[in-house]
C-alpha cells in the first residue's frame, strides 16, 4: 500500500495522526505529512481508520 496526503486539502486537525502516528505526522507547517509512504500491512486498519476519519478527504492509499 502507499499512502498519500493531499496538502491543498488539509486543515492539519490532526486525526490522522492520532490515529496512526507511525505514518502521519503534522509538520512544522501545520498540516499533516507522510512520513511511512509503504507502511507494513500490520498498519493498513489504523490507516483505513485515519482515512475514515479525516474530515476534509486529505488522505488516500493506494493498494
Not at 507511525?22 to 493498513?44: K, Q
Amino acid at each position: 500500500m502507499k499512502v498519500y496526503v493531499d496538502r491543498t486539502r488539509c486543515s492539519g486537525i490532526g486525526m490522522c495522526e492520532m490515529l496512526a502516528d507511525a505514518v502521519f505526522a503534522v509538520g512544522d507547517d501545520g498540516l499533516g505529512e507522510v512520513i511511512d509512504e509503504t507502511p507494513p500491512e500490520n498498519l493498513r486498519s489504523a490507516v483505513e481508520e485515519a482515512i475514515a476519519s479525516c474530515p476534509t478527504g486529505a488522505l488516500s492509499v493506494e493498494n
